[in-house]
């Protein structure tokens, strides 16, 4: 069973420019979210995803999009960069459950850098 | 006043002590986690529960519905364990902002 893995883990981009980073979700997982984590703070949530079809997103503008896959792998897009985008992005995945909700798993994260 | 509150901020320890970190929720919940953050940035789930108490290993766990409130607690503190940890909620999911452990040998 493979675990969460997120490319690329590293990336430097300028200001106006566009990111796209990648997330593939744990086996037998079909949720999966994306947050973002500045520098000393916790995670805040960007959006997820359930069976490609956004369903929850946090307070962040519409720059910030994103898709699922049918094999439940996921893309966090950037549009218009901005310095205060620079924090590292972490991707979860987390089975469905009835009646409540699964354990998260995490990735490594992606970090961005915009100068 | 933020959503999910912990406390301390920052805790530095001896190796061998009896760690608390706590945390205060203001939102209605159906489970709190409790995860760890490695630097370089890595989160590995600890426990996630919606009553009672769990234990793993040196870790325990605890949560009181009715106050609004978890603890985690670590016996024999080790370096090691030097990480941040970081409660979140469900279902909308906020986390709080962590604490950072730091055990000296």
């Known amino acids: 069973e493979t675990g969460v893995t997120q490319s690329p883990t590293h990336l430097i981009k300028t200001r106006g420019q566009q990111v796209t980073l990648r997330c593939s979700s744990q086996s037998g997982h079909n949720t999966v979210s994306w947050y973002q984590q500045a520098l000393g703070q916790g995670p805040q949530f960007i959006f997820q995803?359930?069976?490609?079809?956004?369903?929850g997103r946090g307070n962040f503008p519409p720059r910030f999009s994103g898709l699922q896959f049918p094999n439940y792998s996921s893309e966090l897009n950037v549009n218009a960069l901005e310095l205060d985008d620079s924090a590292l992005y972490l991707c979860?995945?987390?089975?469905?459950?009835?009646?409540?909700?699964?354990?998260?798993?995490f990735g490594e994260g992606s970090r961005l850098t915009v100068l | 006043k933020n959503e999910v509150e912990q406390s301390p901020q920052n805790l530095t320890a001896q190796e061998g002590e009896f760690i608390t970190i706590n945390c205060s929720y203001s939102?209605?919940?159906?489970?709190l986690h409790w995860l760890q953050q490695h630097p370089g940035g890595g989160i590995v789930s600890l426990f996630m529960l919606s009553s009672g108490k769990k234990k793993h290993g040196r870790l325990i766990a605890t949560i009181n519905i009715q106050e609004k409130h978890s603890s985690l607690h670590i016996t024999a503190s080790h370096p090691r364990d030097s990480a941040v940890y970081i409660c979140?909620?469900?279902?909308?999911?906020?986390f709080g902002k962590g604490t950072r452990l730091h055990i000296l040998p």
């Open positions: 995803y359930y069976r490609e079809e956004e369903n």
């Open positions: 979140a909620v469900y279902d909308k999911i906020i």
């Open positions: 939102v209605g919940i159906s489970a």
């Open positions: 979860a995945s987390r089975p469905r459950l009835a009646g409540g909700s699964g354990e998260l798993f």
